[in-house]
């Protein structure tokens, strides 16, 4: 797999603490056997809904389009571990997330689908998402690297722990080539544990 | 840095070894799959010309999308047939034993593994399913997973995972009548919030834990994960050891004393070291409900919502949110609540103990549900509804006006049939009240206890069971 070392491009951001995988895909969009065309489903309920009261969700907002860079606030991510949420967030464009903190299993989807998870802190977030709102147009970088972000004239660093870091800067996000390699010490481990032989002494 | 404890020790053994990138190669000693999450997984596999390694360490069985009124084949709703007709043919071409629906062993996926004593104590466990958490109970160490690791399951039986902390919940004192493990993890959700366990494994410990059944505990485990935690535990004890006996893949003969044993060596140590120790005291506990949208917005049935400023600032648009949402005023009482639809099942409280429960409390009130509230039951697994057929279970319910169902996820996640329709109100013994949960964009979830939705689908508004559960006590 290719290394993730910069993301550059336009954001868009989705500000709310706690936002669960429910709502980045609602359920009824799980029943499929493939990821394919989740991208337009991603926030379905919360877009409608927003519509419906005269509002505008930022995934439908005509400056957001083509925004590659998702901006979020604290435990993004959180309830039910279903991939389809980060898969629907890359179909839709996004290529890094930037916010004050995630739930795990979906960090750690976002690691597989070789999307960074960069955390700032809720001055950063919110100092982001408020330039972002008045300027749409302003370049976004992000260097993997240094887990630096940097929006216009501004720089902010952020943090992505070391070993997570490696996965993307050696491309090892994806991690099933790591792990095959390590077959025989598998083995290794498994006949070492007492219940793989059924207890027998 | 957490020392002999449990996970430590749990951890250690399945420690392949450390990745380049820092991270730990971890063994995956069971691997359960459901029909949601693996189809892809088989997909990259084939993509990648990579095979099982273990395929007699995964077992699957379909739950989320299965019907639990008319099951004929195939499936009215043609996307759900598809992903049914996908994972029989994944586990039959690669080996894989699946539970299927009519094989008499069918079920949500984190009640059969434990009924079939597949989850024993030491062993990892990964699903890719977020509530894996609840395999938790026995002392293992479970985690709910992504479908790419999935893929990396089925391919090397191994998954790459960062450390975690281990954070130990002490919880001294008993439960009144009429709280249960349902009251119990609801109220430590509350207290430290949804994301209070992101970084964490929790331990769950103390006398109120230890006198839970095997049901209970998994009850409490479950729900580990809406806490943020990445895994939550209890120390394997004697419950545990009567619980696994006798199951059908629980070991036997000379094997058990062995198995006992080393079910026993893992155990946190007397003297073990924890990242932090937060402690509890069963019995100010009160029955606890949620009346937002997040697990963690809680309160117990005496008490009234909450107001803005009961909490911190940065939470004050997601109390406005839920507030919008759920069409609740600060100072509102929680009791009266009018409810449209009681739904009693779920990997949380869908299991013997929980319908014999809502069954007795049914009985204990003798009312029947007025025609404005629709109640359903629908048990955890295959097995679940037979026992509770036998037991007459299902005659009590459907007197009471409840209907019974068959086995599966429901109105959990509602990704079968069973929805909330418009902005009804949902009394549900499940484990998350998000936006749309239910079935329904607007839809609203009141999470509770079994014996709290009974109470609730009777009278036909949110109700306190404790003077009934008083009134059996006495009786």
Partial sequence: ?201 | MSERTLFDKVWNQHTVKTLPSGQTQLFIGLHLIHEVTSPQAFAMLRERNLTVLYPQRTVATVDHIVPTEDQSRPYADGLAEEMMVAIENNTSSNGITLHNVGDGKQGVVHIVAPELGLTQPGMTVACGDSHTATHGAFGAIAFGIGTSQVRDVLATQTLAMGGLKVRRIEVTGALKAGVYAKDLVLHIIRVLGVNGGVGYAYEFAGEAIEALDMEGRMTVCNMAIEGGARCGYINPDQVTFDYLKGREHAPTGAAWDNACAWWSSIASDVDAVFDDVVTFDASTIQPTITWGITPAQGLGIEENIPAVSDFPAEDAALIGEAYEYMSFEAGQAIAGTGIDVAFIGSCTNGRMSDLREAARIAELHGGTVPAQVKAFVVPGSEQVKKLAEEEGLDKVFVKHGFEWREAGCSMCLAMNPDKLVGRQVSASTSNRNFKGRQGSSTGRTLLMSPAMVVVAALEGVVTDVRPLVEKGASA
């Fill in chain 1, 1 to 201: 797999m290719s290394a993730v070392t910069h993301i550059k491009g336009r954001a868009v951001p989705v500000r709310g603490n706690d936002i669960d995988t429910d709502r980045i895909i609602p359920a009824r969009f799980l029943r499929c056997v493939t990821f394919d065309g989740l991208g337009e489903h991603a926030f379905a309920d919360d877009r409608a809904q927003l519509k419906e009261k005269g509002e505008t969700h930022a995934f439908d907002k005509e400056e957001y389009a083509g925004a590659n860079v998702l901006l979020v606030n604290a435990n993004f991510g959180c309830g039910s571990s279903r991939e389809h949420a980060p898969q629907s967030l890359a179909k839709w464009g996004i290529e890094a997330i930037v916010g004050i903190s995630y739930a795990e299993i979906f960090f750690n989807n976002n690691i597989a689908l070789g999307i960074p998870c960069i955390q700032v802190s809720p001055e950063e977030a919110d100092g982001i998402q408020t330039a972002i709102e008045s300027d749409p147009n302003l370049d976004v970088a992000i260097n993997v690297e240094t887990a630096e972000i940097s929006y216009g004239a501004s720089v902010i660093k952020g943090i992505l722990h070391e070993g997570v870091r490696n996965r993307f800067l050696t491309g090892s996000w994806d991690a099933t080539g790591m792990l095959v390699e390590a077959a025989d010490e598998v083995a290794a481990t498994a006949g070492k544990l007492p219940y793989m032989n059924g207890f027998q002494k």
